[in-house]
């Protein structure tokens, strides 16, 4: 029987005038909007058509006729385009401050085209290290005979497949090292295809921990090769049967290893290799340092923290403050931030509540108001959802701080609370900018200031 032919991709050639959000080039293709994986903006292309929708198509570089000038050699041979390629990068083409340039557009369209907000000033962006910056990882695993055996890493470009990964430039290199020997550890359990996931977790002094999420109990030889590969190379073993909650050490003594350290202020946080929090470390600190100065807090001022999670805000706001609460929506992350405010001296400057944050109406505004006797500065963080609760209760209430930043990982959710704080409540928007927490992709951390209309100063806010 013959074989079938395979069908050819149309191609065509474009102008490329932007990028998406994705890091994709947009050009215009017979009068519909084309996304074209690996072209940049001021670069001619020839791109294969690999989706054809109604008012848009997706496509694939195959040819560059002019070269943008800020088009760059990828560092890591894993990085590229089509089948194969891994996905943990979007933009390893594009020089790393053209990246943040980039960033930078992408929020403020967000901010204007979804919101319809444009803030007073513009924050310089924050830089931090282009690379082995990823301190935290998510690595699929895979037993593929097709490829030679197991595989650890990332996922492919828009795919469910397990990049073929020898070395990784973003992760620290004790971890890209390692990835060879975790594929050859994986192989040689009895529990390989039981082993979905491992999860990484590297604290800033370099200690590491691996979290093996296991789907079957490992037998006595699995559990004495995971140990020996702990020693060999230096990592915290655990093992996670279930749910992130179920994760623990295989030697009980390795629990309390990790530690968040934010010495500007003096304060250092423990964390579990499961938990939340910010996979860049140097820019962290960065980050919250910014954050602080912007809030322009005092020694006598009172302070809340929403989404503080482990206190990664509200352990340096007590330091400097004078009462600082941090509410979050976990039970079991507020007793844990109690007990780091306690490890560090601040737990008589601090308060914890758990609170589900995403039902917050005005009558939990006002208790919070009472309690405290009133409300200086507040600082939010929250997760991709954003904040729209609590943006629609300090729209409305006139028990207001005197300013407010707003921590995001999502510019379309922070313009749309941007918006609602603006126009329903007449805040303004003093100041946003982004912070270049992970290089090399789409992904946009950003911050905003917001003050009270009635607050009619000419100064941007003071970092």
Known sequence: MARG???????????????????????????????????????????????????????????????????????????????????????????????VAFKQAVLLDAMW????????????????????????????????????????????????YVADMCECRIL?????????????????????????????????????????????????????????????????????????????????????????RLSEFDVEIGFKPTDFTQVNHALNETMVSRALRLLGNERHHKVADFFCGLGNFTLPLARTSGRVIGIEGSEALVERARAGAAANGLADKTEFVARNLFTWCEDDWNALWDKMGGLDRVLIDPPREGAQALAQVLAKTDKRPARVVYVSCNPATLARDCAILKHEGGWRVRAAGVMNMFPHTGHVESIAVLEPGEACQTDAPSE
């Open 5 to 99: 032919k395979v069908k050819q991709r149309e191609q065509f050639t474009v102008d490329v005038e932007r990028l998406d959000g994705e890091g994709r080039g947009v050009a215009h293709h017979e009068g519909k909007v084309v996304f074209i994986e690996g072209a940049l903006p001021g670069e001619t292309v020839t791109y294969e058509r690999i989706r054809n929708k109604p008012n848009f198509e997706i496509g694939r570089v195959t040819a560059i006729h002019k070269d943008c000038c800020l088009r760059v050699k990828p560092a890591c041979p894993n990085f590229g385009i089509g089948a194969g390629s891994c996905g943990g990068c979007a933009m390893q083409h594009l020089e790393p401050r053209a990246q």
């Open 113 to 160: 085209h979804i919101g319809k907000v444009k803030p007073e000033n513009i924050l310089p962006p924050i830089h931090g290290p282009y690379w082995n910056y990823r301190h935290r990882a998510r690595l699929t695993v895979r037993n593929v005979a097709k490829k030679g055996g197991v595989l650890v890493g990332f996922h492919e470009k828009s795919s469910s």
């Open 172 to 260: 620290p290199k004790k971890i890209s090292d390692m990835l060879v020997p975790m594929r050859e550890l994986t192989a040689s359990l009895t529990i390989a295809d039981r082993m979905p996931q491992i999860e990484v977790a590297v604290d800033g002094s370099g200690h590491t921990a691996l979290v093996f999420r296991v789907l079957e109990t490992p037998t006595q030889e699995d559990l004495d090769k995971l140990d020996a590969f702990g020693r060999e190379y230096g990592a915290d073993i655990w093992l996670q049967p279930k749910g992130p909650d179920t994760a623990h050490p295989m030697h009980p003594e390795d629990l309390n290893n990790l530690k968040l």
